[in-house]
């Protein structure tokens, strides 16, 4: 049975940090990714790393503030978020993409409020 479990969420001042983690289990992904929702906002790709080759990619308004990475053994996703502003907040989640599939976890709140 695949499980993605996030974690890692909470309140942070602007300009905090936070690392979200998801632990994986039941599942050989090929690529993994976080996202975003937003208040009243559609669900956003904020970036995703590929299992084959480690490449990340991340989308223009977290580039340089978050980084993606996983685990040795690819059993825990992270999002390591720096210089975190109040549009940061939302719902995230983690996704993964396998050869037949996709799942998603639960989601963890982070609001960045002063």
């Known amino acids: 049975q695949v499980q993605l479990v996030e974690s890692g969420g909470g309140l942070v001042q602007p300009g905090g940090s936070l690392r979200l983690s998801c632990a994986a289990s039941?599942?050989?992904?090929?690529?993994m990714s976080w996202y975003r929702q937003a208040p009243g906002k559609e669900r956003e790709l904020l970036a995703t790393?590929?299992?084959?080759?480690?490449?990340?990619e991340y989308v223009d308004s977290v580039k340089g503030r978050f980084t993606i990475s996983t685990d040795n053994w690819k059993n825990t996703l992270y999002l390591q978020m720096n210089n975190l502003k109040p549009e940061d907040t939302g719902v995230y989640y983690c996704?993964?993409?396998?050869?037949?599939?996709?799942?998603w976890g639960q989601g963890t709140q982070v609001t960045v409020s002063s």
């Open positions: 996704a993964a993409v396998t050869a037949s599939s996709a799942y």
């Open positions: 039941g599942i050989n992904w090929w690529s």
């Open positions: 790393i590929v299992s084959s080759d480690g490449r990340t």
